[in-house]
């Protein structure tokens, strides 16, 4: 959406809760959800998941990362190839830091990447790394 255009679109919100008499609260959430949804602010895009540490053990292994300001969940994206993503890897959703995923196989390799979820979506993927079951 072009400057101008934004402009206009923010005037018409304003002038639609002046005459709706919506709580200004109620409607400057309602904008930042529009824009989220026209990509003119990166609201799904928050700052992507580092692993910080990966401990193995017997058939497991423990990811932790750095947490990201407003998300309220995470996601872990996994599998046995490389090149792991949300739309390929085997989702654990709603995990807390750190987390641990059992019954890993024994000398396979296995790819990981994290995601962060807030109120407006899913971020980017953390970028992949791998453990090797001993």
């Known amino acids: 959406m ?7 679109f923010m005037e018409a919100m304003i002038m639609k809760h ?4 919506i709580p200004l ?4 959430y309602f904008l930042v959800g529009l824009l989220c949804m026209a990509s003119i602010v990166g609201c799904t895009d928050t700052k992507m998941v580092q692993v910080s540490k990966i401990a ?4 497991k292994v423990t990811l932790s990362w750095d947490n990201v300001a407003n998300a309220s969940t995470y996601n872990i994206y996994y599998s046995d190839s490389p090149g792991v993503t ?3 890897g085997k989702k654990i959703a709603n995990v807390a830091n750190p987390h ?6 024994q000398g396979k390799v296995y790819y990981f990447v994290v995601t962060a979820s807030t109120n407006f ?3 980017k993927e953390s970028e992949e790394i791998s453990f090797s079951g001993k």
């Open 25 to 28: 609260s109620m409607a400057l």
């Open 86 to 88: 949300k739309q390929n």
């Open 2 to 8: 072009e400057p101008v255009q934004k402009n206009l």
């Open 100 to 105: 641990t995923i059992m019954g890993l196989k």
């Open 121 to 123: 979506g899913e971020s």
């Open 56 to 59: 193995d053990g017997d058939g």
């Open 18 to 21: 002046r005459t709706a008499r």
